[in-house]
Structure formats: structure tokens, C-alpha cells
């Protein structure tokens, strides 16, 4: 069963630093691109960052410069540091499966759950 997991989530201030990681299972980890979305309410869904099966990665110009994406394939698990963070990264963050293993904008499938990020005072 193919399975993602995120987990990191909370609530942090203002120019704070949090990190996301999603363990998947239930398929060939190394072979796969994954990336991290969010979306926020009233806010379309946004690809975040990709990572290759080459670790080769993008970002989204919004989080470009504060956002590091990585994966460890020991683990099965993909993250998402995240620094200098914004009230306007607060959001819902999914991690995803790709279909290949190069990074293909919004073609990703098996979602995880989600986990909360709130970037407040």
C-alpha cells in the first residue's frame, strides 16, 4: 500500500525555521520525483518544490532563497526545510508521489494527509 506521511507542521513565528518530512512506503522511493505543496485557504494549491530520483530540485519562486527540499532514500523520506518563514507561507503542506522520476509540474499523485504550518505572532 502506497503510502505518504508528513509531519513537522506547527506554529512558529515570523523569520523562524521549521521542518517538514514526509516518510512514504509502499513503493521504490529512489526511483521517483517527489515534491511538497500547499495550500492555504482561499489560495489555489501551489507547487512548493520538487525533487528528482537525482536529487536535482526546483522551487517555486516564493520560497526560492528559504526553502531547502532534500531526501534521504535510506529513509524513504523526503523534506522541506524551511527558514526566514512568512505569514505568507502559512498553509496546509502535502507531499506527493511523481509518476517519473524527473520533476514534471503538477503531475504528482498519493498525497499524503497534510500538516498544518502557521507562520504567526
Known amino acids: 500500500q502506497l503510502q505518504l506521511v508528513e509531519s513537522g507542521g506547527g506554529l512558529v513565528q515570523p523569520g523562524g525555521s521549521l521542518r517538514l518530512s514526509c516518510a512514504a512506503s509502499?513503493?521504490?522511493?529512489?526511483?521517483?520525483?517527489l515534491a511538497w505543496f500547499r495550500q492555504a485557504p482561499g489560495k489555489e494549491r501551489e507547487e512548493v518544490s520538487c525533487?528528482?530520483?537525482?536529487?536535482?530540485?526546483n522551487y517555486a519562486d516564493s520560497v526560492k532563497g528559504r526553502f531547502t527540499i532534500s531526501r534521504d532514500n535510506a529513509k524513504n523520506t523526503v523534506y522541506l526545510q524551511m527558514t526566514s518563514l512568512k505569514p505568507e507561507d502559512t498553509a496546509v503542506y502535502y507531499c506527493?508521489?511523481?509518476?517519473?522520476?524527473?520533476?514534471?509540474?503538477?503531475?504528482?499523485?498519493?498525497w499524503g494527509q497534510g500538516t498544518q504550518v502557521t507562520v504567526s505572532t
Open positions: 506527493a508521489k511523481g509518476y517519473v522520476s524527473f520533476c514534471q509540474p503538477n503531475k504528482y499523485h498519493q
Open positions: 509502499g513503493f521504490t522511493f529512489d526511483y521517483y520525483a
Open positions: 525533487i528528482s530520483a537525482t536529487s536535482s530540485t
